[in-house]
């Protein structure tokens, strides 16, 4: 119960805090006459049924994984906090982590009931605020103990594939060179 009243009263906060939503909520409450807490759960409401039900919900989840992340990545950028940069980085890998899983697991994803309502909801745990959130500890405790296992391993395949890359590059830069040489010589 007293997680539900801390969820609340953060809902209740976020939609009270100046900006574009509490304008949006003040217009909402003034034109139906509906408290703003329960227009935000019919909101709320709607995109679960959404995600569950409706056309273009693989779309809904992704969007709300990325656009509000991307949003305070870019203003996290922007300050001189690195803590704010480490929730968001920390973040951008456990759902990189996650599209790459998915991306395997084709249609796998569809035999799960409400797969996009759960991912919306596992993408919500992950970034919210405060610590131990969801990519904290999915980092913590999957990611990082692994990476650290496998690091060398991991080290050398990217050094591997930036000197095939950079051959790679060099030998069309070369190529290029060649041709435009023949080209200039031709004329």
């Given amino acids: 119960m007293a997680f539900q009243k801390e969820i609340k009263?953060?809902?209740?906060?976020?939609?009270?805090?100046p900006g574009t939503i509490n304008d949006a909520m003040t217009a909402a409450e003034k034109k139906t006459g509906v408290q703003r807490i329960y227009l935000a759960y019919g909101v709320l409401g709607l995109n679960a049924l959404w995600l569950v039900y409706g056309w273009g919900a693989p779309l809904l989840a992704n969007s709300i994984g990325f656009l509000y992340p991307a949003y305070w990545s870019i203003k996290a950028l922007e300050t001189s906090d690195l803590k704010d940069d480490r929730k968001w980085l920390t973040y951008w890998v456990v759902f990189a982590f996650f599209s790459v899983l998915e991306y395997f697991s084709g249609m796998l994803v569809y035999?799960?009931?409400?797969?996009?309502?759960?991912?919306?909801?596992?993408?919500?745990?992950?970034?919210?605020?405060?610590?131990n959130n969801g990519s904290e500890i999915i980092y913590n405790r999957l990611i990082k103990p692994k990476f650290h296992k496998h690091q060398a391993q991991i080290d050398k395949v990217v050094g591997d594939a930036q000197n095939m890359v950079g051959g790679l590059v060099n030998g069309i830069v070369q190529e290029s060179k060649n041709l435009a040489a023949e080209h200039i010589k031709a004329n």
Avoid: A, R, S, V
């Fill in 9 to 17: 009263d953060n809902l209740e906060k976020f939609l009270q805090t």
């Fill in 111 to 131: 035999l799960i009931p409400f797969y996009w309502l759960l991912k919306c909801l596992f993408m919500c745990w992950c970034m919210m605020p405060g610590h």
